[in-house]
């Protein structure tokens, strides 16, 4: 689909991510653009639609999907990343999994008849490159971005008849908030956010945004002992 004249929604517009997919698609010409976010203040750009959305409230995704009737592209950018380990406390796990495999499912099941009405449209889920690598202290991330790359996977053919594209995003770190912490290369926001974009414009089913995302897709098919060597 062609971003000049769509009108887009993106999860967690605010900052980071999120915020330089709002600027791309401005850049491209999108015609609207819903900048949604928990706390609807943190939006005033004058050029794109404030929308309250908290992808963890049913009740939220539902009066966005009804206030955003004309989107065509949906965006899920919106995640946490919390340290959770898959052996600790499981509420910290689910608190994990209700926002970055629960939160974008459900937006996208509720958009899913929207971008129907609106010719199909496309999805991109924003997932990472510890969808396929666990690392000591993303334990409980890298399974709700496993799970969500799944789902992903599952959206792809299932949206299928109604013309719905849907694109999953890998990278390694990112030049954001969620990664401060982390010393090391990291991709910029706005590069990735146009490598995006341009799937979109393309058809392409998958953007591995970096050097490392490439590398450990490309090393699921070796020994996995090769994949985790040096990692932990
Ligand atoms: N940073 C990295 O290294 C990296 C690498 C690979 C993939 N990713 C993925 O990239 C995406 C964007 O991350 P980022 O780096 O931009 O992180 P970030 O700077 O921490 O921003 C996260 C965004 O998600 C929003 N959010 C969190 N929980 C939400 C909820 N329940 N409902 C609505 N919005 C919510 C935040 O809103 P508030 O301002 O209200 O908190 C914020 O806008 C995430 O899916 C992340 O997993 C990040």
């Given amino acids: 689909m062609r971003i000049e004249g769509a009108t887009a929604l993106v999860t967690g517009a605010n900052r980071g991510l999120g915020k330089a997919f709002v600027e791309e698609l401005l850049a491209r010409g999108a015609a609207k653009v819903y900048a949604t976010a928990r706390d609807v203040s943190t939006i005033t750009d004058p050029r794109v639609t404030p929308l309250e959305l908290d992808i963890t409230e049913p ?26 380990s898959v052996l600790g406390d499981e509420n910290d ?23 129907a009405a609106n010719g199909g449209g496309a999805v991109v889920n924003v997932l990472s490159v510890l969808s396929w690598l666990s690392l000591p202290s993303t334990g409980g991330y890298s399974a709700a971005k496993a799970a969500a790359w799944a789902a992903t996977n599952a959206q792809r053919v299932e949206l299928a008849g109604q013309g719905t594209h849907v694109v999953g995003v890998h990278v390694g770190y990112l030049d954001t908030e969620m990664a401060a912490h982390v010393d090391g290369p990291k991709t910029s926001p706005d590069r990735l956010a146009a490598q995006v974009l341009d799937a979109v414009e393309a058809g392409e089913p998958e953007v591995l945004g970096d050097d490392l995302s490439r590398q450990v897709k490309a090393g699921l098919a070796g020994d996995l002992r090769d994949l985790y060597a040096g990692r932990g």
């Fill in 59 to 84: 009740a939220s995704v539902a009066a966005a999907a009804r206030a955003a009737a004309d989107a065509d592209l949906v965006v899920n950018n919106a995640g946490i990343a919390t340290g959770a």
């Fill in 93 to 115: 796990l689910r608190r994990e999994l209700e926002t970055n495999f629960f939160g974008p499912v459900r937006v996208t099941r509720a958009f899913a008849p929207v971008l």
